[in-house]
């Protein structure tokens, strides 16, 4: 070969390493013995879109990178992958284009898996799963039928929004602006039973247990927590009073509305209640009162989520009852209904106290309530008391001390916290409550492509779990999706079934579990992926946890809470012994491109458009170009560059390379042309030096009359490997660029003919191509042949460096005097502490301070600093 032909190389290898099946990982109970520490190494799994896009590329390269640097350390490497293969788009397809979503799904696995192998991935691909498949989910059946039993999963009416015209639920994300995305319909909110996960039994360990997990980005660990939302307060009873203007009064008078606060000091500031629309009490009010169950129709087209409801003005409804106050004799407090009190958190009703809450505040506002300040902000000026204090348009939220409320004046939040529930409980109308934000996770979805839940109604036994021999309930192939609904509920003749216990005709459950539910535990399946059960309880326990996961932000919060529930919950019922799923976690920043618009603002696509001199112009016919900002890749904004050209261009190594040089992983980088042009011509520069012939042949032994710059070139190899191995371990694989970019100049500039540079050089560019073979693993592995190997590069051990060559013979030290740095020197590597002494107090800048008086003391720490005491 005369040139650096990735294309050909690339191939090559890749069909080497798979016929050499170098990236198997080892059984645990393979008969060998293996005493091979393990290492787990695994990449969020891909939705089988069809085609791989730039964000797959970084995160299988920096996955790709761990796997191949660990496998070299001698580790025994699980690096497996797979396919989420259940989802809304396959239906989509299926809709628009008329295709079976198993067949869409397949065919897009086939595309992705071909795309992925053109990268030269190191995955043991024996381990491949598909979530779609009977085999994968059957064992998800069985999973959740073994919570049934342990009482982790449950049945219960839920909220859901309702898109009326396609007859089906929507996620919260399918509901834009109050509508259905697709219909356009106004959402509906509809009671429906639903099928829960009961999260919420582990939501204090799942918080607690967040502080052990030590290798995740800070930023995720929060973002769990805040998900979890752990909130401290209390739970108090208002009595409905009898309130002779009131005609119903009599029907509610006595029953109490239970409410939670975190903010029990702030009582005596209460100037009304709001209770959420779908609040059983303000339901059964809209039966007999048409204003309520009007504005309840105006809620539900809100839709259920927490975002939509943040954001609306605040709207309420006058129920006309009152409830008495529980600490203040004789006053009453209005009943309202309200849009801002969701029903799934706390108790669905609140006491408002418009002083010090913003919601509360404007809610006061807009009808007219009383705002009555209880806090005494801690700044306020002495001018400023109980008497003159007000609040107009902004809630004081801060620490200050009580005031207005009675034998509580004086005291401060936390004590007039203390004081309340003394108070309530002594009264019966409250108690200390702690309330978690995070809600039992619903998996009943009115969808076709997913895993049926193995459950079959009968009218006399209720739901019955389908038993174990007749499992897996596999979904039909025949169904028609021109219909609106769920084409499982839709086919004829599914859903009719016997029930297992009374014999008599039943009906099959017709949702099918959210997706998340394949998620939550793939990472087990991969332990073991043929076990009947699922996996095995001893391949889990050997591999698991996995060492190191690596994927999208997106993610930090539902997918990791779900896996981190669900061994759990499967340790719970048996299935392992495990709390963490994830020890280790790194969180990839996006890829970006600048984006360019024509002179219509229409998007173009980075390869309609070329450089001009500073300016931009179409390709097709040089009209100007705006270059606009650069953005995440996304299609909309038509600023992607297919992985598929950049490695058919230029090679999958190039693609990975440049991927990994440009910002540390958890940061955005731009994808630009001249950077990869500029990881291109580094990978060609290197192949030349694997080519020269003027390098000694394999084994070579530097002469003892090596010229000292080749003496030199030995050190930067041992130098090199060191911070290469240390900027793999952290993570800082642009560093590791910058190191083999050095080193290879290193090699390049070392002149041919003096002595030792022929073995100095192969001794170097040996140890680049092992150096750079976790990052681009084909030219790595050419170059190693091209030197002579006929070993497999992929099966060699990671290069170690002797520290004594790779120590400088110097180093610089710098020189404190009182505890001020005043000078640096360079001195001998562990020279004697009285050279280093003296040396110190020689310099100019020392003597100096010094004033020709000699020092207290002097304190030399070898090698690091040195200390004067004047
Ligand atoms: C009275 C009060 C006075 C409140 C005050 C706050 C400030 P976190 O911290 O998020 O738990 N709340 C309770 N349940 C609610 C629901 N279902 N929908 C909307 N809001 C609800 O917030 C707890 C506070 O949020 C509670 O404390 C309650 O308002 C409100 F000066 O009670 B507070
Ligand atoms: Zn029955």
């Known amino acids: 070969m005369t040139h650096y032909d990735a294309p050909a190389i690339e191939k090559k290898w890749q069909r080497c390493w798979q016929d050499k099946e170098c990236f198997t990982a080892d059984q645990p109970d393979s008969s060998a013995p293996n005493h091979k520490p393990k290492y787990y190494v695994l990449e969020m799994f891909p939705y089988p879109s069809g085609r791989i896009h730039m964000g797959h590329v970084r995160n299988y390269t920096l996955g790709d990178v761990v796997a191949r640097f660990r496998r070299a350390q001698g580790f025994n490497v699980l690096h497996p992958m797979g396919w989420d293969a259940f989802g809304l788009p396959a239906e989509n397809a299926a809709m628009e284009r008329g295709i079976h979503p198993g067949k869409w799904t397949v065919e897009n ?141 009599d029907t509610y008078a006595g029953r109490a509305i239970e409410v939670f606060t975190t903010r029990p000091d702030t009582l005596y500031g209460a100037s009304f209640i709001a209770i959420a629309a779908n609040h059983p009490l303000a339901r059964e009010i809209a039966t007999h009162d048409k204003g309520a169950a009007d504005f309840a129709a105006e809620c539900a087209q809100l839709g259920t989520s927490e975002a939509a409801v943040e954001t609306a003005d605040k709207k309420g409804y006058d129920t006309g009852l009152f409830v008495a106050h529980p600490v203040i004799d004789g006053a009453t407090l209005p009943v309202h209904i309200a849009n801002f009190v969701l029903m799934d958190y706390g108790t669905g009703a609140i006491f408002g106290c418009p002083a010090h809450d913003q919601r509360d505040l404007d809610f006061a506002t807009a009808y007219g309530l009383p705002v009555l300040p209880v806090i005494l902000p801690e700044d306020a000026p002495d001018t400023v008391d109980a008497g003159s204090f007000t609040i107009t348009d902004t809630a004081y939220t801060g620490p200050g001390k009580l005031i207005n409320s009675g034998e509580w004046d004086g005291l401060d939040v936390e004590a007039g916290k203390q004081a309340a529930f003394t108070t309530l409980a002594s009264a019966g109308t409250g108690q200390a409550e702690t309330t978690f934000r995070l809600r039992d996770w619903g998996v009943s979805r009115q969808r076709y492509w997913g895993c049926p839940i193995p459950i079959i109604h009968c009218d006399s036994c209720g739901a019955v779990p389908v038993p174990d021999d007749q499992l897996p309930v596999q979904l039909p192939e025949d169904v028609d999706f021109t219909q609106p609904g769920n084409p499982l509920a839709n086919h004829p003749s599914w859903k009719h079934t016997n029930c297992p216990t009374c014999g008599k005709a039943a009906m099959r459950e017709q949702d099918t579990f959210d997706t998340f539910f394949e998620s939550s535990w793939y990472f087990l399946r991969y332990c073991d992926p043929k076990h009947k059960n699922g996996f095995s309880a001893e391949a889990a326990q050997y591999w698991m946890p996995v060492d190191q996961y690596i994927g999208g932000v997106e993610h930090a919060v539902l997918h990791l809470l779900y896996s981190r529930f669900f061994t759990r919950a499967l340790s719970e019922v048996g299935y392992l012994d495990l709390a963490e799923p994830f020890a280790g976690l790194m969180t990839q920043g996006m890829v970006c491109h600048q984006t360019f618009q024509d002179k219509d603002g229409k998007w173009l696509f980075p390869t309609d458009v070329e450089r001009d001199g500073d300016n931009w112009v179409t390709r097709s016919d040089n009209a100007s170009v705006t270059a606009g900002r650069i953005e995440k890749m996304s299609k909309s904004k038509r600023n992607v560059v297919d992985p598929e050209l950049i490695i058919g261009t230029y090679g999958a190594d190039t693609a990975r390379l440049f991927m990994l040089s440009d910002s540390p992983p958890e940061r955005d980088m731009e994808w630009t042309e001249s950077g990869v042009e500029g990881a291109s011509r580094f990978l060609k520069k290197i192949w030349r030096l694997a080519a020269d012939d003027t390098i000694a042949p394999p084994d070579a032994v530097m002469p003892d009359t090596a010229d000292s710059a080749a003496q030199d ?71 190693w042949h091209m030197l002579g190997h006929d070993t497999m590069l992929a099966n060699t051990d990671w290069p170690t460096a002797d520290p004594a060559v790779a120590a400088d013979d110097e180093v610089e030290i710098g020189v404190q005097v009182n505890g001020k740095l005043r000078a640096t020197i360079t001195l001998p590597r562990d020279c004697p502490n009285e050279d280093a002494e003296a040396k110190a107090l020689a310099s100019d800048a020392v003597s100096r301070y010094l004033e020709g008086k000699s020092p207290k003391r002097v304190i030399v720490v070898p090698n690091r600093i040195i200390n004067v005491v004047a």
């Open 109 to 249: 696995i086939a595309a992705m898996r071909t795309q992925l192998q053109s990268m030269g991935l190191s995955y043991d691909w024996n381990r491949e799963l598909a979530t779609c498949t009977p085999d994968y989910y059957q064992h998800e059946q069985r999973m959740f039928l073994k919570f049934l039993d342990a009482g982790l999963a449950y049945r219960k009416e839920s909220w859901v929004n309702w898109d009326p015209v396609e007859n089906t639920v929507l996620a919260n994300e399918q509901v834009v602006d109050g509508r259905g995305w697709r219909s356009g319909a106004p959402v509906e909110r509809r009671l429906l039973s639903q099928w829960f996960l009961r999260i919420t039994k582990y939501a204090d360990h799942l918080l607690a247990a967040i502080d052990g997990l030590d290798r995740w980005p800070d930023r995720v660990r929060l973002m769990q927590h805040n998900w979890i939302g752990k909130s401290e307060g209390a739970r108090i009873s208002f009595h409905i009073t009898d309130n002779p203007d009131q005609t119903d009064a």
């Open 713 to 783: 070139l030995v050190k930067t190899v041992h130098k090199t490997i060191l911070a290469i191995t240390k900027d793999i371990e952290d993570f800082r694989f642009n560093r590791a660029v910058a190191q083999l970019h050095t080193l290879s100049n290193a090699i390049s500039t070392l002149a041919p003919d003096i002595a030792g540079s022929a073995e100095a050089r192969r001794f170097a560019i040996e140890n680049l191509a092992m150096l750079i073979a976790p990052l681009t693993p084909h030219i790595a592995e050419e170059m």
